[in-house]
């Protein structure tokens, strides 16, 4: 059974930063692309990023290029999101899965709050 604890979320002002992490178990970790999703109140999924299995290739999505920096640590099964110059529409529930550029979980965690707000 794969399990899925995602962590790191919290509410900090509009231009702060906060990391997220994400351990995964029972499952393959190491050579599986890896992605965040999110979601914001009264929304659907929204694809934010994803990591090849070695971590040579990530992406993003338009709307946070440039802030956000997803990463991975095999050793430890963990997967990371750097998210610096957060926005109030970051604001949302932040998931992880495998895969690399979609918006569809394959098995989640309980999620991670982040809310931006001045």
């Known amino acids: 059974e794969v399990q899925v604890v995602e962590s790191g979320g919290g509410s900090v002002q509009p231009g702060g930063s906060l990391r997220l992490s994400c351990l995964v178990s029972g499952f393959s970790f190491s050579v599986a692309d890896m992605k965040w999703v999110r979601q914001a109140p009264g929304k659907g999924l929204e694809w934010v990023s994803g990591?090849?299995?070695?971590?040579?290739?990530?992406a993003y999505a338009d709307a946070v290029k440039g802030r956000f920096t997803i990463s991975r640590d095999n050793a430890k099964s963990t997967l990371y999101l750097q998210m610096n110059s957060l926005k109030t529409e970051d604001t949302a529930m932040y998931y992880c899965s495998k895969g690399y550029s979609t918006d569809i979980l394959y098995f989640r965690g309980q999620g991670t709050q982040v809310t931006v707000s001045s």
């Open positions: 990591i090849t299995p070695g971590g040579g290739s990530t």
